[in-house]
């Protein structure tokens, strides 16, 4: 079939394709004005930590440069670890408390996350509220900082000394692509349906409508009748 006999089909049945894309629009309408896609917070905070250095007088033979970064790494291997868990969710949870602010510890956990490269751990918190995540997350590095040597007794008398290496910065999370996407995707599949179901009718439309479709069944055409267009 020639693209212009496509492009008549497609003229001769837009109500037909219409209809549906329609459909999708106002659907995709529908749910935009019903259920506005929430908003999603999150911030960042990188740390360092390490045990107190020991006095020149008690340090072995050990190499003095290199065995405070190695033991620096597996501190904040063991915090990181620790970031994930209830107890760690508990402790901000109760640090909360103290300001007046009730977070259950449950509720928490599953928006914490963390992750180390050798010295430097990233903890990770997303959170509906950015005000509720700001608190949340200043709870975090209190925790942190004070908390650790009752959860790893091996840190010894000293404790840990964790620093923060930024102030909590709360930004929005965009959109996942997906979600995005969707409008557009269900918009297309209701174009293709409409474009579809314009072919199929077509195809079963017994009408002969000008003289190529007679002379494709290998008719004679004796005569053209033409459309009468008023003035």
């Known amino acids: 079939m020639e693209l212009r006999e496509l492009w008549k089909v497609v003229l001769r049945r837009w109500w037909l394709i219409a209809l549906p894309t329609l459909a999708a629009l106002a659907f995709v309408a529908y749910g935009a004005a019903s259920a506005p896609p929430a908003s999603t917070y999150t911030t960042g905070i990188r740390f360092t930590a390490a045990t107190p250095p020991e006095d020149e007088d008690t340090q072995g033979y050990e190499d003095a440069e290199y065995y405070p970064w190695l033991t620096s790494e597996y501190v904040i291997n063991a915090l990181t670890d620790w970031a994930r868990t209830g107890s760690f969710a508990a402790e901000i949870s109760a640090a909360l408390?103290?300001?007046?602010?009730?977070?259950?510890?449950?509720?928490?956990?599953?928006?914490?996350?963390?992750?180390?490269?050798?010295?430097?751990?990233?903890?990770?918190?997303?959170?509906?509220?950015?005000?509720?995540?700001?608190?949340?997350?200043?709870?975090?590095?209190?925790?942190?900082?004070?908390?650790?040597?009752?959860?790893?007794?091996?840190?010894?008398?000293?404790?840990?000394?964790?620093?923060?290496?930024?102030?909590?910065?709360?930004?929005?999370?965009?959109?996942?692509?997906?979600?995005?996407?969707?409008?557009?995707?269900?918009?297309?599949?209701?174009?293709?349906?409409?474009?579809?179901?314009?072919?199929?009718?077509?195809?079963?439309?017994?009408t002969i409508r000008d003289r190529r479709e007679v002379e494709r069944m290998d008719m004679p055409v004796l005569a053209v009748v033409p459309r009468h267009r008023g003035k």
């Open 97 to 206: 408390a103290v300001q007046g602010m009730e977070i259950p510890a449950a509720a928490i956990q599953p928006n914490i996350n963390a992750d180390n490269e050798r010295s430097i751990m990233v903890l990770y918190i997303n959170w509906p509220d950015a005000e509720q995540l700001a608190a949340i997350a200043e709870a975090a590095v209190f925790v942190l900082e004070e908390k650790s040597p009752v959860y790893f007794p091996q840190f010894g008398e000293g404790g840990v000394e964790v620093v923060p290496l930024d102030a909590p910065a709360v930004g929005r999370v965009p959109p996942p692509l997906s979600s995005r996407l969707d409008p557009l995707v269900r918009i297309a599949v209701g174009l293709a349906a409409g474009v579809g179901l314009a072919f199929l009718i077509e195809y079963l439309d017994p």
